[in-house]
């Protein structure tokens, strides 16, 4: 979890019921949050416009030994269980949050590969942050064969002081990406119990449509709350961060371990940093920064023939 949610849950807990109504002041930013977001869309119109990226996203097959490893050691095969593919993937999600408990600013790890972080976790209690979370279901997802990425929701800011991390995995059986949050440990839907992908949580934020976030949600040390209040602070922070969108484009365990010659992708919304799409910018230690604004291209499905060996 983030700074932002978290100063919100330190200042309710220090002060009980009294200042319940400090909660109510920071859930009317929600407005404020939605307007920029209907003000600055994703949109699908734009897929003719410049890009610095042509793609594929690649993605390790299970066979990789580092997911072998991985799904045999905590044999997740059992834990994903039998049954319909989201009851699968959210009981995945749920075992990757029981892992360990959520750090603010946690030390950053010798390898950011789920086969470390779930042994650190387990072994040493290691806390991890919402960018490890993500890491440990990317891979679990990855060693059993779902095309997954992690994603990081970006607020409009250039260099944000806290942002989000959540996972996405395309769905077999409903043909689309869904969003899964193993920090908060909570997914989201339509009012029909859909599960929805990022870029729809995105829209029906702005456009006001009805959403249902899951009772499996979980803010570390805030269960007291209650879910319902739980449920509209986190629709809250996703309208926070939802305003831009990040993923490596390279999907497999270890590839941010070292930040050398990586390579990332970002999908902007419509106003936002036109001079972004023109070329790739680069960072330190030579990785580079690609921008879209077709999101059919940042979610373009899977493509089987780009898994690596």
Known sequence: MATGVRVLLI?????????LAAAATFLAFGRRFRARLARHPIDAAASGSVSSWAGPFEYAPSTDPELTQLRETHELDRIAGAGPEIERLVRLMCWVHALTTHAVYPSHPEEMTGLYLARSALEHG???????????????????????????LYP??????ESHFVTVVYSREHDRWIQLDPDMCAYVTDENGTPLGTGEIRERIADRQPLRVSDTIHFAHASWLGRRLLK????????????RLQCPACSRPGYETEFAGN???????????????????QGRQGVRFFSVRAPELFWAPPDQASAKD
Not at 126 to 151: E, H, P, Q
Not at 232 to 243: A, G
Not at 263 to 281: F, I, M, N, S, T
């Open 126 to 152: 290691k806390r991890f942050n919402c960018w490890m979370y993500a890491t440990v279901l990317n891979d679990v997802l990855l060693s059993l064969g779902f095309a997954s990425r992690i994603v990081h």
């Open 232 to 243: 509209r602070i986190y629709i809250w922070y996703l309208s926070k961060n939802l305003f």
């Open 156 to 161: 409009p800011k250039q260099s944000p002081k």
């Open 11 to 19: 200042v309710i807990g220090a002060a009980g019921g009294v200042l």
């Open 263 to 281: 390579v990332y992708v970002q999908l902007l919304p419509k106003g936002y940093h036109d001079d972004w799409l023109e070329k790739a910018r």
